[in-house]
Nanobody, 115 residues
């Protein structure tokens, strides 16, 4: 059974950092590109960052480029999102999934950026 478990969220002040993790199971993780999405209250879910199956290529939304870094460890079936220089507009629930959201969604992890 496919399972995605996000963790690492929390409350952080503007300018702070967080590192999110997503532990995957139930599928061949190393064969899948992976993405991080986020959904803010009252807004649609948006793609934040993506990484290829072997980790050799990444892409970012313009809003997070230069501040966020996606990475993965295929030996641990885990994808990460390092978030630096956080802004209040980064406040959202963050989810990982395959591109297109074609896997079963996890519960997400809440990130709140506020002073």
């Amino acid at each position: 059974q496919v399972q995605l478990v996000e963790s690492g969220g929390g409350l952080v002040q503007p300018g702070g950092s967080l590192r999110l993790s997503c532990a995957a199971s139930g599928f061949t993780f190393s064969s899948y590109a992976m993405t991080w999405y986020r959904q803010a209250p009252g807004k649609e879910r948006e793609l934040v960052a993506a990484i290829t199956s072997a980790g050799g290529s990444t892409n970012y939304a313009d809003s997070v480029k230069g501040r966020f870094t996606i990475s993965r460890d295929n030996a641990k079936n885990t994808v990460y999102l390092q978030m630096n220089s956080l802004k209040p507009e980064d406040t959202a629930v963050y989810y990982c999934n395959a591109p297109g959201g074609r896997l079963l969604w996890g519960q997400g992890t809440q990130v709140t950026v506020s002073s």
